[in-house]
């Protein structure tokens, strides 16, 4: 597998998502000689190339001769983000005995595969963290603290990170007289 960087990834993603695959516009963050060398990397590792630009298409260069040139991911830019490229529907004419044109082939592009649901070990503290906030008093940070022997802001990043943002749980939040704050997975 291709290793690459944060920037890589975004400028491959991105262009990977466009139907017409092009590379341009960059982020707004990258200029000038970083621009370049980050499309020179991606270019020698075979995941962008230079193609003619069309009309209204951002230009990356330009050639001696004036015609412009831009940059559009290639199939392995797909496999090195580990998906399938769309496939456009595309029609090749051949030419039958008889000289009259025949269509010979027609694909269709495949519908994108579902990104796999996150699971949680059984027997992961992250699991045990959730069962304790699906009880129906809840949990306190002070109790989470005594189970797992974690700081109240490890508890309470995991609450907001793991559970709420990558798995998607719903945690609400309530104040109770004489304990405190306590979280629940409603």
């Not at 262009?15 to 341009?24: E, N, P």
């Amino acid at each position: 597998m291709t290793k690459l960087s944060d920037t890589q990834l975004v400028i491959l993603n991105a262009a990977c998502q466009r139907s017409d695959r092009l590379v341009l516009p960059l982020p707004s963050r990258l200029k000038g000689g970083a621009a370049e060398k980050v499309i020179a990397s991606l270019t020698a590792k075979g995941l962008v190339e230079e193609v003619d630009a069309k009309r209204g298409e951002p230009m990356w260069r330009e050639t001696g001769d004036g015609h412009g040139m831009t940059l559009v991911a290639t199939d392995a830019a797909f496999a090195a983000l580990g998906i399938e490229p769309e496939m456009e529907a595309t029609v090749s004419p051949t030419i039958a005995d008889d000289g009259a044109d025949v269509i010979a082939a027609c694909t269709v592009a495949e519908a994108p595969k579902p990104a796999p649901a996150r699971k949680t070990r059984a027997d992961s503290k992250q699991a045990q963290l959730i069962e304790m906030l699906k009880r129906p008093e809840g949990a306190s940070i002070e109790e989470l603290a005594a189970q797992f022997g974690w700081q109240p802001h490890t508890i309470r990043g995991a609450i907001a990170g793991a559970l709420k943002k990558k798995l998607g749980l719903t945690i609400v939040s309530e104040k109770i007289e004489g304990r405190g704050r306590i979280y629940r997975n409603s």
